[in-house]
């Protein structure tokens, strides 16, 4: 598998349930982002969290990480329609790598009125 | 918005045109990249620049010709492109730092016929 691979690909739900998408990566990491892009555009960075940290929240998005397991996982909570979009993790290595992110192939959310 | 600005939007060339995509942010950042997002692929990261100097070649052939004149705009040139080359092809800047989130223009769609 890649760096920074989803899980699931495809998810589908009702508007005020909850949303959750993981990520699992393969190397050492300096932090982990999630963008957000809707179809054919470009992506919009939601939250990041540094290597050192277990846990971030930001309005209705919680972010984990778990260096141990080399994973992170995206709650987006009381969802809505507009919330409907591919979501990706994407993991940036430090050192001389800083600012080169990997990206996995992301998870397509829809969210049913 | 995201203050990241690409033109065209849209571009159909033949495989023997040449070409020149435009990205230009205001956000007074000193990174700029170049990604490729293909049908069914992750992002794929092509160029990075910090300051004006190019400091990633992920790889990417000859056929694709960056250029960074100042920190604010980027150009990607292209020449006797082949059809796989069709893709979503994004522009980011960031603050170069340690722990910069990117911020993406919306793309040109590329389809080389």
């Known amino acids: 598998s890649q760096q920074g691979e989803e899980d699931p690909q495809a998810l589908s739900i009702q508007e005020g349930e909850n949303a959750t998408m993981n990520c699992s990566y393969k190397t050492s990491i300096n932090n982990l982002q999630w963008y957000r892009q809707n179809s054919g555009r470009g992506l919009v960075h939601l939250i990041l969290?540094?290597?050192?940290?277990r846990e971030k929240h930001s309005g209705r998005l919680r972010v984990t990480l778990d260096t141990s397991k080399k994973s992170s996982s995206l709650l987006i909570t009381a969802s809505r329609a507009a919330d409907t979009a591919s979501y990706f993790c994407?993991?940036?290595?430090?050192?001389?790598?800083?600012?080169?992110?990997?990206f996995g192939q992301g998870t397509i959310l829809t969210v049913h009125p | 918005e995201t203050g990241v600005t690409q033109t065209p939007r849209h571009l159909v060339m033949g495989m023997t045109n040449k070409k020149s995509l435009k990205c230009e942010q205001h956000?007074?950042?000193?990174?700029m990249y170049w990604y490729k997002q293909s049908a069914k692929k992750p992002l794929e990261l092509m160029f990075v620049y910090n300051f004006k100097e190019q400091t990633e070649n992920n790889s990417v052939p000859s056929r694709f010709s960056p250029e960074c004149p100042n920190s604010s705009h980027l150009f990607l040139h292209l020449h006797t492109l082949q059809p796989e080359d069709s893709a979503l092809y994004l522009c980011?800047?960031?603050?170069?730092?340690?722990?910069?989130?990117?911020?993406f223009g919306p793309g040109t769609r590329l389809t080389v016929t």
């Open positions: 980011a800047s960031s603050l170069g730092d340690r722990d910069g989130e990117q911020y």
């Open positions: 969290i540094r290597s050192n940290e």
């Open positions: 994407a993991t940036d290595r430090g050192g001389t790598s800083y600012g080169k992110l990997t």
């Open positions: 956000l007074g950042h000193n990174a």
